[in-house]
């Protein structure tokens, strides 16, 4: 459901520049346009996944082609505008730009003192192809992740495969959620990593998506989410 007045725009514009990477990112989980303080940069130059609807915006160049790739999907399935651009040393960064995009420190997830309004947690399953992942997303406030995607390769593309569950891992860290990931089948590591994205994605998706006839609730036994 897109911004109104009743419900306020769920997004964030964050930039930071160390001596390793510059990165800069603009998310709005409900799709549509981008936080006003979204960074020039991220509008300049190449991208390299990218994909504009009356729906979403995505915009992606983290100058890891799968990464880029797996990004996307995820951007596009979970209904989100996105735009992210990374630069650094590819010789060197490779194994640490996958968690850098993956977890920048200020995220429009909802917080603990802002109730989501969200059915909270949700199982999705996602195909691709020979390939079937079952990703599971709870908005808890309890930072948690066990990703089991038995990729075989050391690599896909330019990313390394170890990096893909970390990267997964991060994000739940970053967002302060619940998730689990299982691959439950397929033959074709790359087949296996974008279902595992699109369920994850998916789960996210529906997991905050705002209910009807429950603003301001929160999905909690306890009442809070901020313990």
């Not at 520049?17 to 990165?23: H, L, P, S």
């Not at 490779?94 to 995220?107: E, G, H, I, L």
């Not at 087949?191 to 603003?215: M, N, P, Q, T």
Request: charged share 20%; glycine share 6%.
């Amino acid at each position: 459901k897109m911004a109104t007045a009743e419900h306020p725009p769920r997004w964030a514009a964050f930039a930071r520049d160390t001596n390793e990477t510059k990165i800069q990112l603009s998310l709005n989980l409900d799709g549509g346009r981008f936080h006003p303080d979204t960074d020039a940069r991220l509008f300049k130059g190449q991208d390299h996944a990218s994909q504009t609807s009356k729906s979403q915006t995505i915009s992606i160049n983290t100058g890891i082609g799968f990464l880029d790739h797996m990004l996307h999907a995820l951007s596009k399935h979970a209904g989100w505008s996105l735009a992210l651009n990374c630069k650094g040393d590819l010789h060197t960064m490779t194994t640490t730009r996958p968690k850098t995009s993956a977890s920048p420190s200020d995220t429009p997830f909802p917080k603990p003192s802002a109730p989501p309004s969200a059915s909270s947690a949700f199982v999705a399953y996602c195909p691709l192809d020979e390939a079937l992942s079952r990703a599971v997303v709870d908005i808890s406030n309890r930072p948690h992740s066990v990703i089991d995607l038995g990729l075989k390769r050391e690599k896909i593309g330019d990313l390394s495969t170890e990096m893909i569950p970390h990267c997964m891992q991060s994000f739940a860290q970053a967002a302060r959620i619940t998730l689990h990931v299982d691959v439950i089948r397929g033959d074709n590591d790359h087949h296996r990593a974008e279902s595992a994205f699109k369920a994850l994605a998916v789960a996210i998706r529906e997991a905050i998506s705002r209910v009807a006839g429950k603003e301001g609730e929160v999905p909690s036994t306890k009442g809070t989410l901020s313990v």
